[in-house]
Structure formats: structure tokens, C-alpha cells
């Protein structure tokens, strides 16, 4: 998925402003003098935004905020458009600097948005300490640093607010299941893209999401799996069948060979880009 999505919500600027706490005359006054537009925007029509222009607009309001000039915040939000090294962030978390590692997940979050921060900093930096780590046992606690830095900048990100009437989904992991890292990171791309969520997380008895679906009433339910042994017909039994939309996601359902009785409307995604789609 690329910056510049066109399958991607597009806010007005009254609508970004409101959103922002800011006038849109402050708005204008940064696309004149800041070069903050729209990306994609063509002369002589409405302005919309996407979520990746919201993104820097936020930063850059927050910037403003903590007291940095709008010249210097601005500086700050081009320079930091430019990709991470996945290198830098891995030595962060090895130098057991959570500090920094957060700071680079979250500036890189503000610039780009949480799909390509997901598929080009954050798994390919996880996969890479978790091979170090498999080699060198005791290097566990820099994988521990990364992910928990990782998860409290997913947690930071905010998106326009949604529709009163927007359809809900709701996310849990099944009920052994631990591993919540790719759950988060799209509970936070939904929230980019004003999808109001329901967060069940890590290893939800499966008489707690079925007393959810119930309450709640979500268009979907996201029931993730990391691992195969997380995976079996008897969480699906006792949440189906639900007028929710069921996504299962993760690998651990890649040994599910047909899809599962009452689920009329559920579908298997691999990645967070197929999640999306399947529930935006």
C-alpha cells in the first residue's frame, strides 16, 4: 500500500481543523508558507486530506505546542518524512534506550502513518532482533524493549473522529493466545481511518467475545491467531453464528481448510493491508 493510496479516506479542512483544534486559517497559513497541502492536491479544487496528511499536521500542531517556532516544526516534519533505517531503531532497542525508541516509532508514525511504519520499520526491525535473539538467548530483553516501545506508539496514534453511525469492529486474539503486536498495529491503522474499535487483546475466552458480539453489536469481529495450536474450530463454535463479519487473521489459521459453518461472510487475511480492505 503506498503513501498515496487512493482506496484511502480523504477528510475537507473544516472537517481536519475541527479535528486538530486549530482554525483553518491556521491551516492555509501552513500550506502558504510551510508547504504542509495536501499531498496529491490538484490547484483549483477542494483541498482533501488523507490520513497521512492529517498525520503531519498533527505533528506538527504538537510541535508547536511543546514550543518549538513553526519554522522549526516544520524543518523537523520534512526532514523526518524521509524513511528510518530499520538499523537505527534495532541499535536503539539493543542499547536497551526505550526512550528512543518510542520517539522513533512515533516520529515515524506522524510521517507516514501506520501501514508502511508496520510492513518496513516495525516487523522487518522485530524479525530481525528476534533472529539475534535465537542465537543469543539473553538478548531477549532488547525484542522485550522494541515491543513494548512499539505498542506505546501504536497506542498514540489518533485519527479523525469517527461518524456517529460508523460500523465497529471488534478485535481479540483467541483464547491461548498471547501475541498481540499485529492486533494493535491494525486496531491503530483503523483509527487512522476513523473505524471506531473494540479491543478485547490478548487471549480472550471465547465466552467473552461471544458476550461482546451480544452487547456489542460490532459489523465485525477480527479474532487473531499467531500460532496454529491458537487456532481451532472451538473459539469459532462459540462465537458463530453472529451477524458480525468474522476476519480471521494471523498464520496461526493457515491450517483451516474451509471456512467455518455460520461464518457466511468471513474471509482470511495474511497481511495488514488485506485486513483493511476486508473491513474499511
Keep these: 500500500m503506498s503513501l498515496t493510496d487512493s482506496t484511502q479516506p480523504t477528510w475537507t479542512a473544516g472537517t481536519v481543523a475541527r479535528h486538530l483544534g486549530i482554525a483553518e486559517s491556521t491551516l492555509r497559513s501552513w500550506h502558504r508558507r510551510y508547504g504542509l497541502a495536501p499531498q496529491g ?23 508547536i505546542a511543546r514550543g518549538m517556532l513553526p519554522s522549526e516544526a516544520a524543518n523537523t516534519i520534512a526532514s523526518s518524512l524521509a524513511p528510518i533505517g530499520i538499523s537505527t531503531l534495532v541499535e536503539a532497542a539493543q542499547a536497551l534506550d526505550t526512550a528512543r525508541c518510542v520517539a522513533l516509532v512515533t516520529d515515524a508514525l506522524a510521517a507516514n502513518g501506520v501501514v508502511p511504519v508496520w510492513d518496513r520499520l516495525c516487523r522487518p526491525a522485530l524479525v530481525a532482533l528476534d533472529t539475534v535473539q535465537s542465537v543469543q538467548p539473553a538478548c531477549v530483553d532488547s525484542e522485550h524493549v522494541l515491543s513494548w516501545s512499539v505498542l506505546t506508539a501504536l497506542h498514540r496514534v489518533v485519527g479523525p473522529p469517527p461518524a456517529p453511525d460508523a460500523p465497529r469492529v471488534l478485535l481479540a486474539c483467541t483464547p491461548n493466545e498471547q501475541h498481540t503486536l499485529p492486533l494493535e498495529a491494525l486496531a491503530a491503522a483503523l483509527v487512522e481511518r476513523a473505524v471506531p474499535i473494540q479491543m478485547l487483546g490478548a487471549a480472550t475466552p471465547a465466552i467473552s ?22 487456532a481451532d474450530r472451538d473459539v469459532l463454535r462459540a462465537v458463530l453464528p453472529s451477524s458480525a463479519r468474522v476476519v ?21 487475511v495474511t497481511s495488514l493491508p488485506d485486513a483493511l480492505n476486508a473491513l474499511v
Excluded: C, F, K
Design 209 to 230: 467475545i461471544a458476550h461482546s458480539l451480544q452487547t456489542s453489536a460490532p459489523a465485525s469481529l477480527v479474532l487473531w491467531s499467531q500460532r496454529r495450536e491458537t
Design 41 to 63: 492536491s490538484t490547484p483549483g479544487r477542494y483541498r482533501r486530506y488523507s490520513t497521512e496528511d492529517v498525520a503531519r499536521l498533527r505533528r506538527m500542531r504538537d510541535l
Design 248 to 268: 480471521l487473521a494471523g498464520p496461526g489459521w493457515n491450517g483451516l481448510r474451509s471456512r467455518p459453518s455460520g461464518a457466511a461472510g468471513s474471509s482470511r
